[in-house]
């Protein structure tokens, strides 16, 4: 198996930015979705955002307008950029993929090993 690397986490202030990369070995990153997760202490992980290889984008309604998810097919790396911050963004982020089998009618998803981003004055 391969693994995702995902990097970009830290302290900002509320109201500020910060960008998320996550990279993938070429061999699962071509024909693939990939997504960010996140989790905060005490709650479920949540799906934060989705974009397809067709670079089709998804957002969940709490990041929606703020969030911006992008891919870059020619490094094989996803990214999330992040504007407007609040405090109740502040979770450790998983970078995902969804490899398709379609002809095993089997998906297996990599994921990254998290990042922490918080959000605090």
């Known amino acids: 198996q391969v693994a995702l690397v995902e990097s970009g986490g830290g302290l900002v202030q509320p109201g500020g930015s910060l960008t998320l990369s996550c990279q993938a070995p070429e061999s699962i990153y071509s024909g693939n979705a990939m997504a960010w997760f996140r989790q905060a202490p005490g709650e479920e992980r949540e799906l934060v955002a989705r974009i397809l290889s067709t670079h089709i984008t998804e957002y969940s309604e709490s990041v929606k307008g703020r969030f911006t998810i992008s891919r870059d097919d020619a490094k094989n790396t996803m990214y999330l950029q992040m504007n407007s911050l609040k405090p109740e963004d502040t979770a450790v982020y998983y970078c995902?993929?969804?490899?398709?089998?379609?002809?095993?009618?089997?998906?297996?998803?990599?994921w990254g090993q998290g990042t922490q981003v918080t959000v605090s004055s």
């Open positions: 995902n993929l969804r490899k398709i089998r379609p002809l095993m009618a089997q998906a297996f998803d990599y």
